[in-house]
């Protein structure tokens, strides 16, 4: 993680900078917050969290769902401990929607089940329909829209229904770089396309190797969350487990999913430009004097 590891006089592990200043680990991840999911999340492991204190792992079971609100509430309120503590929290991870909804005054408005399927049935195979109800009562939002992706529409009118506020209202502090913390600084990890993709298979192979079927195995006991169902890795091995695929052809659509993962993370947070990129071997450096200043 890029952090000065230190004994404390009990024996136990501590992390700090050069400075003293203590440090501790916000994990960003939908993944990782789940107990049980492990192998698959590269998951830091019990004597990793036993030197430096995590945040945000092993809250949930995998039946709970995860989401972006929720996920908002806990991480800030982890980062707000750790700063009363007199500690820098290190936000660790590749979720950009996570990350933004922690640092950034960021809205999610409501839904509401009924509401958007009674829309639905409504407009049901009409975007033009959709579109133009959308026209009159939230312009903004209709002309960043595909006037044939009814599904959208549908949520738009939804949020207007449930709320009598525009849905292009809640999405004013996506267009702003105004982080909740002063100070806040943003460090990626920039490597170079073709080593990333040869990383990326090898960590899937690594994470079957180490067990991720078996651990499949054991969570499909029991009814999973749509969130914990969808993460890349555990979807396909589940399809394999049910008999839909071979193991091969699950390890392959992994691999694929993942590597299309990474590309739409740095996509996502080239768009940031508060993004201070790096290369592996200097982000050592740049992680100690960040969390030091």
């Not at 394999?240 to 996502?268: F, I």
Request: hydrophobic share 45%; glycine share 8%.
């Amino acid at each position: 993680m890029g952090l000065d590891v230190a004994r404390t006089a009990n024996g136990r592990a501590r992390a700090g900078t050069r400075t003293g200043r203590s440090v501790e680990i916000v994990a960003v991840d939908a993944f990782t917050v789940y107990r049980g999911m492990d192998v698959g999340t590269a998951k830091p492991a019990p004597q990793e969290r036993a030197g430096v204190r995590h945040h945000l792992i092993d809250v949930l079971d995998p039946w709970q769902d995860c989401s972006v609100e929720w996920f908002q509430r806990a991480a800030r309120t982890a980062i707000n401990e750790v700063l009363e503590r007199g500690a820098t929290p290190l936000l660790v991870g590749g979720s950009g929607l996570y990350f933004r909804a922690v640092v950034d005054p960021l809205e999610f408005p409501p839904t509401d089940p009924a509401v958007r399927a009674a829309l639905t049935r409504h407009y049901g195979e009409d975007p033009a329909a959709a579109h133009a109800a959308l026209v009159a009562v939230d312009p903004a939002a209709a002309a960043r829209m595909d006037p044939g992706n009814v599904r959208r529409a549908v949520r738009a009118l939804e949020v207007v229904q449930l709320t009598g506020r525009p849905f292009s209202g809640w999405r004013q502090a996506w267009d702003r770089w105004e982080p909740l913390y002063a100070g806040l600084r943003v460090i990626g990890m920039q490597v170079a396309r073709p080593l990333l993709a040869t990383r990326l298979d090898a960590r899937v192979d690594a994470m079957v190797d180490a067990g991720l079927v078996a651990e499949c195995r054991t969570l499909a006991r029991r009814p999973l969350s749509v969130t914990a169902r969808q993460a890349i890795g555990y979807a396909e091995i589940l399809d394999h487990l049910e008999g839909s695929c071979t193991l091969a052809d699950a390890v392959a659509r992994s691999k694929q999913r993942t590597r299309r993962y990474a590309a739409r993370q740095q996509r996502w947070f080239a768009g940031d430009p508060r993004v201070r990129w790096e290369t592996p071997p200097n982000a050592r450096e740049v992680l100690l004097a960040a969390c030091s200043s």
